[in-house]
């Protein structure tokens, strides 16, 4: 078995555990109603016959699966699904590349440091989580996707990312790739507006961050 499968299989069970689904718990629940999209050989393991794919979207995929899970919760098809993602890239050969110091945050960058990992999420209905007497601790209240339809990895030259509520907590992934951190944000920033224009700055609560995995 790779380890990227091992990874999600660890984690998976960890977030179970967390969830508290025990032996009991398993017993009653309604398995049919329980999904993954990780993949479905966890599926196979636990007997969940609920929504079970397999999502590849290269750096979102992670992101694909948690949003399109709580959608399956949100239109009732689904009580909980396990969602999340895994990758282990770094293999021996890799090492022999004569690098001094992989970064991406210099100008005169050469890579960027790999990782490897693994992170589930046990979604699940509020009522339904309420009424085990699950561990809750946040709420999912919406998301969605855009695409600028332009390039892998650079955004738009005459594109805006629109951020529709100024008075909400915005987080903006980017993706940051082997590129100049500095240059990077400054092509997004630029960019950032909201979406009826009546201001050119983004708000106080604004926050971005950087990520480059599935």
């Not at 959608?71 to 293999?91: K, P, Q, T, V, Y």
């Not at 990895?153 to 100024?166: N, Q, R």
């Amino acid at each position: 078995m790779d380890k990227f499968m091992l990874y999600m299989l660890t984690a998976g069970k960890k977030a179970i555990a967390d969830g508290g689904i025990t032996v009991e718990v398993m017993r009653e629940i309604d398995k049919s109603r329980c999904g993954i999209l990780i993949g479905s050989a966890m599926g196979d393991m636990k007997g969940w016959m609920g929504s079970n794919y397999s999502i590849s979207t290269a750096c979102a995929t992670s992101d694909f699966c948690i949003l399109n899970a709580a959608n399956h919760i949100i239109r009732g098809e689904d009580d909980m699904m396990l969602c999340g993602g895994s990758d282990a890239a770094i293999i021996p050969i890799g090492k022999m590349i004569n690098l001094t110091a992989a970064s991406f945050i210099e100008r005169n960058c050469d890579g960027f440091v790999v990782g490897e990992g693994a992170g589930v999420l046990l979604l699940e209905d509020l009522e339904h989580a309420k009424k085990r007497g699950a561990n809750i601790y946040a709420e999912f209240l919406g998301g969605s996707f855009t695409c600028d339809a332009y390039h892998m990895t650079e955004p738009h030259p005459e594109g805006v990312v629109s951020y529709l509520c100024a008075s909400d907590n915005i987080q903006i992934q980017l993706h940051l790739t082997s590129e100049s951190y500095s240059i990077y944000v400054e092509k997004w920033h630029s960019r950032l507006a909201p979406v009826n224009g009546s201001t050119a700055h983004a708000p106080e609560n604004f926050k971005k961050g950087g990520v480059y995995a599935n």
